[in-house]
């Protein structure tokens, strides 16, 4: 990944005389001195590839000299990080340390964090705009008021203060949403690794074993492959359970009959997959099951087709929300005119979230899905998730007892590209899809 030059794009789109400070995070405490497992904040990692806590970096696009319209041509990149500390690193692992930093992550110049208060007065003192993220706006508050009072009080010595603060997400999220060839590269990749996951969760499904057993046997294959954790807490609900749609207990034991809902990404490279996968726990769907199986199917592969460059965002939504309705008005689970069923979201009682959410280095990642409260149009370069679903709980007097404890969701991960898409969870691994290839795949392949 070529760090230096997102750096420096994202520098070009800053006025002059700007500077921009992008937090790694800090460690956190689970109990007394145990921590939770440490992930670095994706702005930091997609702009440095450094994963170290308490790390700061900080971006200064340079001033235009005065009177004349030359800008100075290197815009600088420097870190604040842990310093090397043989004792700490003896329990806790290797630091990059300060002396290193500069080569390693082809930076100008770094310092430890332990300087940052004293330093930062001095680098703001030659800005007139700050730029940090506001979803951060609490952690860096208390910090930028300090610096700045500092600063103000040496007002009668000449030093000048900036004048404005301003959000680092607008800019930076909209640059993280286009992806790069590397990073498609390095997504197609995160989204083999989770289908390798949902492979082997298929392999281990048989009545009797337990939801965490299936989400052992998914996670087992993405730390094979060298994924260092899950992008999202895996979902593996059987029956009932997939009507809970963030469901992440896994305790239940799987019975014969039931489908599983499994929701499961591996994190390669920073990068997230994300898939839903939903089949029969013997191998073979019911009639019911099948019925409602073949329609989120259907509206998947219609929101599907709906991803295309140019194409408005939410068409793929309206897309599977009508298959949906028509399937589940001849399924007579719904009552009425489409168009009017359509128009009350009658759909949203059984199909409740979207079709979709950007995909990146986060699971739901950055970058608007409204421009001027318009839904944007698909453009080469951005990564959405398409997954409708439909949830049917047991307890629903009004509905036929043979659809209910039914949750189906079906999650691909799609690139936006030239001319179309490129479904990236269909590579040279691919999941059974229809309930054909399914039956078939269970029956061949179950341990
Ligand atoms: N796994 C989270 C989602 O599909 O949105
Ligand atoms: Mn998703
Ligand atoms: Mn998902």
Same mark, same amino acid.
């Given at each position: 990944m070529n760090f230096a030059q997102r750096r420096q794009d994202l520098l070009e789109k800053l006025p002059a005389g700007s500077v921009a400070l992008i937090h790694s995070g800090e460690e956190q405490i689970r109990n007394r001195d145990v921590e939770y497992p440490f992930r670095a904040d994706s702005d930091f990692i997609y702009l440095t590839g450094f994963t170290e806590p308490d790390s700061v970096l900080v971006l200064v696009r340079t001033e235009v000299l005065a009177d004349t319209d030359? *800008? !100075?041509?290197h815009h600088q990149a420097w870190l604040f990080c842990r310093p090397k500390d043989p004792e700490q690193e003896t329990w806790q692992g290797k630091r990059l340390g300060v002396e290193d930093a500069p080569a390693q992550l082809n930076i100008d110049q770094a310092w430890s964090i332990d300087d940052l208060d004293e330093i930062a007065p001095q680098f703001l003192t030659h800005a007139k705009q700050v730029y940090f993220s506001f979803g951060h706006l609490a952690e860096w508050s208390g910090r930028m008021a300090d610096w700045l009072s500092e600063l103000k009080t040496q007002v009668r010595k000449g030093v000048t203060v900036p004048t404005s603060l301003n959000d680092l997400d607008t800019v930076l999220h909209e640059q993280r949403l286009f992806k790069s060839p590397q990073e498609i590269e390095v997504m197609r990749q995160a989204a083999q690794i989770s289908v390798a996951g949902h492979l082997a969760a298929m392999r281990a @499904? %048989?009545? &009797?074993?337990?939801e965490y057993q299936i989400q052992s046997a998914i996670e087992h294959e993405f730390r094979l492959a060298?994924?260092? %954790?899950?992008?999202?807490n895996t979902i593996a609900a059987a029956g009932e359970n997939a009507? /809970? =749609?963030?469901? @992440? *207990?896994?305790q239940t034991q799987l019975q014969d009959g039931d489908l599983i809902l499994l929701d499961a990404g591996a994190e390669w490279q920073g990068y997230a997959g994300d898939i839903s996968h939903t089949y029969p726990i013997n191998g073979r769907f019911s009639e019911p099951q099948k019925h409602l199986y073949n329609l989120v199917l259907k509206a998947q592969q219609a929101a599907i087709n709906a991803?295309?460059?140019? !194409?408005?965002?939410?068409l793929m939504h309206q897309a599977s929300a009508e298959v949906i309705t028509i399937g589940l008005i001849e399924l007579e689970i719904l009552h009425g005119e489409l168009d009017e069923l359509l128009e009350k979201e009658a759909f949203k009682r059984f199909f409740?979230?979207?079709t979709g959410h950007w995909l990146g280095l986060?699971?739901?990642?950055? &970058? %608007?899905?409204? /421009?001027n409260g318009e839904w944007r149009s698909f453009e080469p370069g951005m990564v959405v998730t398409v997954e409708p679903g439909l949830y049917i709980p047991k307890? =629903?007097?009004? /509905? *036929? @007892? !043979?659809? !209910?404890g039914i949750g189906i969701r079906i999650e691909d991960d799609v690139l936006v590209t030239e001319n179309g898409h490129e /479904? =990236? @969870?269909?590579?040279?691994l691919r999941l059974p899809r229809t309930v054909e290839e399914i039956e078939q795949w269970m029956q061949t392949n179950r341990i």
């Amino acid at each position: 990944m070529n760090f230096a030059q997102r750096r420096q794009d994202l520098l070009e789109k800053l006025p002059a005389g700007s500077v921009a400070l992008i937090h790694s995070g800090e460690e956190q405490i689970r109990n007394r001195d145990v921590e939770y497992p440490f992930r670095a904040d994706s702005d930091f990692i997609y702009l440095t590839g450094f994963t170290e806590p308490d790390s700061v970096l900080v971006l200064v696009r340079t001033e235009v000299l005065a009177d004349t319209d030359y *800008e !100075q041509p290197h815009h600088q990149a420097w870190l604040f990080c842990r310093p090397k500390d043989p004792e700490q690193e003896t329990w806790q692992g290797k630091r990059l340390g300060v002396e290193d930093a500069p080569a390693q992550l082809n930076i100008d110049q770094a310092w430890s964090i332990d300087d940052l208060d004293e330093i930062a007065p001095q680098f703001l003192t030659h800005a007139k705009q700050v730029y940090f993220s506001f979803g951060h706006l609490a952690e860096w508050s208390g910090r930028m008021a300090d610096w700045l009072s500092e600063l103000k009080t040496q007002v009668r010595k000449g030093v000048t203060v900036p004048t404005s603060l301003n959000d680092l997400d607008t800019v930076l999220h909209e640059q993280r949403l286009f992806k790069s060839p590397q990073e498609i590269e390095v997504m197609r990749q995160a989204a083999q690794i989770s289908v390798a996951g949902h492979l082997a969760a298929m392999r281990a @499904t %048989r009545p &009797g074993a337990y939801e965490y057993q299936i989400q052992s046997a998914i996670e087992h294959e993405f730390r094979l492959a060298g994924s260092p %954790r899950v992008a999202f807490n895996t979902i593996a609900a059987a029956g009932e359970n997939a009507c /809970i =749609l963030h469901y @992440t *207990e896994n305790q239940t034991q799987l019975q014969d009959g039931d489908l599983i809902l499994l929701d499961a990404g591996a994190e390669w490279q920073g990068y997230a997959g994300d898939i839903s996968h939903t089949y029969p726990i013997n191998g073979r769907f019911s009639e019911p099951q099948k019925h409602l199986y073949n329609l989120v199917l259907k509206a998947q592969q219609a929101a599907i087709n709906a991803v295309q460059p140019g !194409q408005p965002y939410n068409l793929m939504h309206q897309a599977s929300a009508e298959v949906i309705t028509i399937g589940l008005i001849e399924l007579e689970i719904l009552h009425g005119e489409l168009d009017e069923l359509l128009e009350k979201e009658a759909f949203k009682r059984f199909f409740m979230h979207g079709t979709g959410h950007w995909l990146g280095l986060d699971v739901h990642d950055v &970058g %608007r899905y409204k /421009i001027n409260g318009e839904w944007r149009s698909f453009e080469p370069g951005m990564v959405v998730t398409v997954e409708p679903g439909l949830y049917i709980p047991k307890g =629903l007097k009004d /509905i *036929e @007892t !043979q659809w !209910q404890g039914i949750g189906i969701r079906i999650e691909d991960d799609v690139l936006v590209t030239e001319n179309g898409h490129e /479904i =990236l @969870t269909q590579g040279a691994l691919r999941l059974p899809r229809t309930v054909e290839e399914i039956e078939q795949w269970m029956q061949t392949n179950r341990i």
